[in-house]
């Protein structure tokens, strides 16, 4: 088992990581469940079959147990969904000792993440992520839902209060969110650590390289990226924005195809192939585009910027990111590995650069 804490400026908490670590929970948040009255266990249908009763049966071996699970999805992150939990946990009789545990994706860590944050002003959480990409939404304490005119509007800064990866629960995992969790992996590579690059663009070219144990070994890398990020910048006022790479274009395609029609990372692929166009665009900065959608091409990415929605759809919705201000839209470029920037986008060369990229007339060299 790999350990690693996260620091903020009023927390620290542990990062476990690696098999069997959900077997071991009593023992590992000892002193976190020794006060506590009861404990919540909020799903989604798909993860609560898998693993709700494994998760229910050891915490009830030192505490009173619920589980409750949401149609498993991104259309879970939403008021209904929100609202519905409220519900549950008032009738459970949760109270400021008891604890709630996030046991799934991004989705279940967001929305049973930000329950805990609001429920009777905060109360404690656990991460338990289940798919790749959820080692990035695990850390860092963003919780929140969507509204239906933007993701992830809705939220609250609400660190969990311990993160069990217990990675033999990626064995049920679809190619597609290994795939979708990847994105995120390489995001923290291209934003940080380009000796990470080098290694994922040698070692990684397809969705069964991806499964590999030695994917599993990289996890604490990337979270490591995530971590040194978060302490610098828990709030999001300077450096907290890179983790945004990929992300300004990715929300706008999640929102405008429908919350759940495309993977998160799927977005976030295509995302950060498009800022890397831009950068090219704005610096004559050296992205060998050709190249880099061969390897995200060979991992099953999307490699287009999608030509259903028209280029002032996906700009209106840019336009609701909140890192956009005064309706200003901002990207997140990286000049080259390792050195990103946020900057301010001119609308017009947005639209010009999308709609030639939907013409599918873009030339790359
Ligand atoms: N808070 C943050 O910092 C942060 C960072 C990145 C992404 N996110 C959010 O994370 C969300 C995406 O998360 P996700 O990709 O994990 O999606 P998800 O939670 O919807 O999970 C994807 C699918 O995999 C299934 N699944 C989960 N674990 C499984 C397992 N072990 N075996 C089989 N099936 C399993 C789920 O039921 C679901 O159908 C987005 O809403 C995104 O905005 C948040």
Redesign the pocket.
């Given at each position: 088992m790999e350990q690693l804490t996260v620091k903020t400026a009023d927390t620290s908490y542990p990062v476990y990581i690696g098999k069997g670590v959900l077997n071991k929970a009593p023992e590992l948040l000892h002193t976190l469940l020794e006060d506590k009255s009861r404990a919540l266990i909020i799903t989604?249908?798909?993860?609560g079959e898998?693993?709700g009763t494994k998760l229910k049966n050891i915490l009830g071996r030192v505490l009173p147990v619920s589980i409750t699970a949401v149609p498993?999805?991104?259309a879970s992150?939403s008021m209904s969904s929100y609202e519905k939990l409220l519900s549950v946990c008032i009738e459970e009789g949760l109270d400021r000792q008891s604890v709630i545990f996030a046991l799934?994706?991004?989705?279940?860590?967001?929305l049973a993440g930000f329950t805990a944050a609001t429920y009777m002003r905060g109360i404690p959480f656990v991460q338990v992520p289940?798919?790749l990409?959820?080692h990035?939404?695990s850390v860092?304490g963003?919780?929140?839902i969507n509204h239906s005119l933007g993701?992830?509007l809705i939220g609250a800064f609400h660190q969990p209060s311990a993160v069990l990866y217990d990675t033999d629960?990626?064995s049920?995992?679809?190619d597609k969110?290994w795939r979708?969790?990847f994105a995120?992996m390489i995001k923290h590579a291209y934003i940080q650590d380009p000796e990470f690059l080098m290694w994922l663009k040698k070692n990684v070219r397809t969705t069964e390289d991806i499964k590999k144990d030695t994917i599993r070994q990289f996890l604490k890398r990337s979270i490591a990226i995530k971590a040194d990020i978060v302490k610098e910048d828990e709030k999001e006022s300077g450096i907290r924005a890179f983790l945004n790479f990929g992300h300004t274009l990715g929300h706008s395609i999640e929102k405008s195809s429908g919350y759940g029609q495309i993977?998160?990372?799927e977005a976030v692929a295509a995302g950060m192939l498009f800022a890397m166009r831009l950068s090219n665009e704005i610096w004559i900065s050296s992205w060998d585009i050709n190249q880099e959608r061969d390897w995200f091409k060979s991992l099953g990415y999307p490699i287009e910027a999608p030509s259903h929605y028209s280029a002032q759809l996906l700009i209106d919705a840019m336009k609701k990111d909140k890192k956009a201000s005064a309706g200003k839209i901002k990207f997140v470029l990286v000049k080259e590995p390792g050195r990103p920037l946020l900057n301010t986008i001119d609308e017009k060369l947005l639209f010009d650069l999308l709609a030639k990229e939907q013409r599918g007339n873009t030339v790359y060299d």
């Amino acid at each position: 088992m790999e350990q690693l804490t996260v620091k903020t400026a009023d927390t620290s908490y542990p990062v476990y990581i690696g098999k069997g670590v959900l077997n071991k929970a009593p023992e590992l948040l000892h002193t976190l469940l020794e006060d506590k009255s009861r404990a919540l266990i909020i799903t989604d249908t798909n993860v609560g079959e898998l693993y709700g009763t494994k998760l229910k049966n050891i915490l009830g071996r030192v505490l009173p147990v619920s589980i409750t699970a949401v149609p498993d999805g991104e259309a879970s992150k939403s008021m209904s969904s929100y609202e519905k939990l409220l519900s549950v946990c008032i009738e459970e009789g949760l109270d400021r000792q008891s604890v709630i545990f996030a046991l799934g994706g991004g989705v279940i860590g967001d929305l049973a993440g930000f329950t805990a944050a609001t429920y009777m002003r905060g109360i404690p959480f656990v991460q338990v992520p289940t798919t790749l990409l959820a080692h990035d939404s695990s850390v860092g304490g963003k919780t929140g839902i969507n509204h239906s005119l933007g993701k992830n509007l809705i939220g609250a800064f609400h660190q969990p209060s311990a993160v069990l990866y217990d990675t033999d629960t990626l064995s049920t995992l679809p190619d597609k969110e290994w795939r979708s969790g990847f994105a995120e992996m390489i995001k923290h590579a291209y934003i940080q650590d380009p000796e990470f690059l080098m290694w994922l663009k040698k070692n990684v070219r397809t969705t069964e390289d991806i499964k590999k144990d030695t994917i599993r070994q990289f996890l604490k890398r990337s979270i490591a990226i995530k971590a040194d990020i978060v302490k610098e910048d828990e709030k999001e006022s300077g450096i907290r924005a890179f983790l945004n790479f990929g992300h300004t274009l990715g929300h706008s395609i999640e929102k405008s195809s429908g919350y759940g029609q495309i993977t998160h990372g799927e977005a976030v692929a295509a995302g950060m192939l498009f800022a890397m166009r831009l950068s090219n665009e704005i610096w004559i900065s050296s992205w060998d585009i050709n190249q880099e959608r061969d390897w995200f091409k060979s991992l099953g990415y999307p490699i287009e910027a999608p030509s259903h929605y028209s280029a002032q759809l996906l700009i209106d919705a840019m336009k609701k990111d909140k890192k956009a201000s005064a309706g200003k839209i901002k990207f997140v470029l990286v000049k080259e590995p390792g050195r990103p920037l946020l900057n301010t986008i001119d609308e017009k060369l947005l639209f010009d650069l999308l709609a030639k990229e939907q013409r599918g007339n873009t030339v790359y060299d």
